[in-house]
Protein backbone atom coordinates (compact mmCIF):
# COMPACT_ATOMS: atom_id res chain seq x y z
CA UNK A 1 0.00 0.00 0.00
CA UNK A 2 2.96 2.08 0.03
CA UNK A 3 2.05 2.79 -3.69
CA UNK A 4 -0.86 4.52 -3.03
CA UNK A 5 0.76 6.42 -0.46
CA UNK A 6 3.51 8.18 -3.32
CA UNK A 7 1.12 8.50 -5.99
CA UNK A 8 0.04 11.98 -6.96
CA UNK A 9 -1.80 12.80 -9.65
CA UNK A 10 -0.22 16.49 -9.75
CA UNK A 11 3.36 14.79 -10.60
CA UNK A 12 1.63 12.05 -12.58
CA UNK A 13 0.28 15.11 -14.92
CA UNK A 14 3.46 16.75 -14.63
CA UNK A 15 5.50 13.50 -16.01
CA UNK A 16 3.00 13.02 -18.77
CA UNK A 17 3.47 16.49 -20.24
CA UNK A 18 7.22 15.62 -20.09
CA UNK A 19 6.90 12.90 -21.73
CA UNK A 20 4.85 14.11 -24.73
CA UNK A 21 6.48 17.34 -24.52
CA UNK A 22 9.87 14.86 -25.99
CA UNK A 23 8.00 13.33 -28.40
CA UNK A 24 7.95 14.39 -32.24
CA UNK A 25 5.03 15.49 -34.17
CA UNK A 26 4.66 12.16 -35.79
CA UNK A 27 4.81 10.31 -33.12
CA UNK A 28 2.15 12.04 -31.06
CA UNK A 29 0.21 11.27 -34.60
CA UNK A 30 1.21 7.88 -34.12
CA UNK A 31 -0.23 7.46 -30.85
CA UNK A 32 -3.46 9.61 -31.57
CA UNK A 33 -4.49 6.97 -34.56
CA UNK A 34 -3.61 3.76 -32.58
CA UNK A 35 -5.45 5.51 -29.59
CA UNK A 36 -8.28 5.77 -31.71
CA UNK A 37 -8.52 2.51 -33.57
CA UNK A 38 -8.57 0.54 -30.01
CA UNK A 39 -11.12 2.92 -29.28
CA UNK A 40 -12.96 1.84 -32.23
CA UNK A 41 -12.12 -1.95 -31.70
CA UNK A 42 -13.59 -1.48 -28.33
CA UNK A 43 -16.51 0.24 -29.14
CA UNK A 44 -17.36 -2.38 -31.98
CA UNK A 45 -17.18 -5.29 -29.29
CA UNK A 46 -19.02 -3.62 -26.96
CA UNK A 47 -21.67 -2.25 -29.10
CA UNK A 48 -21.92 -5.83 -30.80
CA UNK A 49 -21.93 -7.87 -27.62
CA UNK A 50 -25.67 -6.44 -26.83
CA UNK A 51 -27.90 -9.20 -28.61
CA UNK A 52 -31.42 -9.67 -27.96
CA UNK A 53 -33.00 -12.69 -25.61
CA UNK A 54 -35.18 -14.51 -28.97
CA UNK A 55 -36.30 -17.26 -26.28
CA UNK A 56 -39.41 -16.81 -24.92
CA UNK A 57 -40.54 -19.69 -22.60
CA UNK A 58 -44.23 -21.00 -23.07
CA UNK A 59 -46.24 -21.09 -19.94
CA UNK A 60 -48.48 -24.04 -19.47
CA UNK A 61 -50.78 -23.46 -16.71
CA UNK A 62 -52.66 -26.55 -15.40
CA UNK A 63 -56.30 -26.17 -15.10
CA UNK A 64 -58.25 -27.89 -12.01
CA UNK A 65 -61.56 -29.73 -12.97
CA UNK A 66 -64.29 -31.42 -10.56
CA UNK A 67 -64.52 -34.91 -10.86
CA UNK A 68 -68.15 -34.77 -12.04
CA UNK A 69 -67.60 -33.27 -15.18
CA UNK A 70 -69.58 -34.95 -17.74
CA UNK A 71 -68.49 -36.43 -21.17
CA UNK A 72 -70.54 -33.77 -23.21
CA UNK A 73 -68.80 -31.16 -21.07
CA UNK A 74 -65.05 -32.62 -21.97
CA UNK A 75 -66.06 -32.73 -25.55
CA UNK A 76 -67.39 -29.32 -25.69
CA UNK A 77 -63.87 -28.12 -23.60
CA UNK A 78 -62.05 -29.86 -26.18
CA UNK A 79 -63.45 -28.11 -29.07
CA UNK A 80 -62.61 -24.80 -27.96
CA UNK A 81 -59.30 -25.78 -26.96
CA UNK A 82 -58.59 -27.67 -30.25
CA UNK A 83 -59.95 -24.22 -32.15
CA UNK A 84 -56.82 -22.26 -30.03
CA UNK A 85 -54.45 -25.30 -30.87
CA UNK A 86 -55.16 -25.00 -34.68
CA UNK A 87 -54.28 -21.47 -34.69
CA UNK A 88 -51.17 -21.83 -32.67
CA UNK A 89 -50.24 -24.12 -34.79
CA UNK A 90 -50.52 -22.23 -37.85
CA UNK A 91 -48.54 -19.23 -36.38
CA UNK A 92 -45.71 -21.74 -35.68
CA UNK A 93 -46.26 -22.91 -39.90
CA UNK A 94 -46.26 -19.72 -40.76
CA UNK A 95 -42.91 -17.96 -38.53
CA UNK A 96 -41.32 -21.24 -40.19
CA UNK A 97 -41.79 -21.05 -43.53
CA UNK A 98 -41.20 -17.25 -43.17
CA UNK A 99 -37.82 -18.50 -41.45
CA UNK A 100 -37.25 -21.38 -44.38
CA UNK A 101 -37.94 -18.79 -46.61
CA UNK A 102 -35.44 -16.42 -45.49
CA UNK A 103 -32.97 -18.71 -45.58
CA UNK A 104 -33.27 -19.99 -48.70
CA UNK A 105 -33.25 -16.47 -50.16
CA UNK A 106 -29.56 -16.31 -48.58
CA UNK A 107 -28.88 -19.70 -50.39
CA UNK A 108 -29.70 -18.48 -53.24
CA UNK A 109 -27.76 -14.85 -52.87
CA UNK A 110 -24.71 -17.44 -51.94
CA UNK A 111 -24.99 -19.22 -54.91
CA UNK A 112 -25.14 -16.22 -57.03
CA UNK A 113 -21.89 -15.44 -55.95
CA UNK A 114 -20.49 -18.87 -56.47
CA UNK A 115 -20.39 -19.85 -52.56
Known sequence: MQFLSRF???RAY???R???GTRRPHELGFLVLAMAITGFF???FAHDSAVPVE???DIIYV???PLSRTDAEIRAQQKIDGA???KRLAEIKAAEDERRASFKRLDDRMKAYGL
Request: aromatic share 20%.
Open 84 to 86: AKT
Open 55 to 57: YKP
Open 18 to 20: LFL
Open 63 to 65: EQW
Open 8 to 10: SPG
Open 14 to 16: RDL
Open 42 to 44: VYA
